[in-house]
């Protein structure tokens, strides 16, 4: 059984109802969003995360393989339209096994995040 098999399995079983907004289109999926915890240094948009930080205001997405993300989309999941901050596809033996993204919700922007972000660090 090939290794995009488990995880369709796992996304069809567990997995939220997620929309993509792609061109006009709309498409159904089932994809893992979950509150992203940064356990080690990460940068997102060239700004410096402290280790541990936790603030609940970025998503981790991971969905299938065959449904490419891209910066900029919009996906809708829970009653909330996400951005797509930045995203990668993970393969293995040449095959696309899971597409993952970091997701912000569109009722802030990017700048207010960072602001916030700058009074928390100044206390």
């Known amino acids: 059984m090939k290794l995009t098999s488990y995880l369709d399995r ?22 893992f969003v979950q ?40 996906i809708y999941c829970k009653h909330t339209w996400y951005t797509v901050v930045t995203a990668e596809i993970f393969a293995a033996h040449d095959e696309d096994i899971y597409v993952w993204a970091i997701l912000m919700p569109e009722y802030r922007r990017k700048e207010d995040y960072y602001d916030d972000f700058d009074r928390e660090q100044d206390r």
């Open 10 to 31: 796992a996304l069809k079983k567990f997995g939220n109802t997620v929309r993509i907004s792609r061109g006009g289109r709309t498409e159904v999926v089932k994809a």
């Open 35 to 74: 509150p992203l915890r940064r356990r080690h240094r990460l940068y997102i948009n060239d700004r410096y995360i402290p280790a541990g930080y936790f603030d609940n205001r970025y998503l981790l997405y991971i969905g299938p393989g065959n449904r490419p993300l891209e910066d900029g989309m919009r």
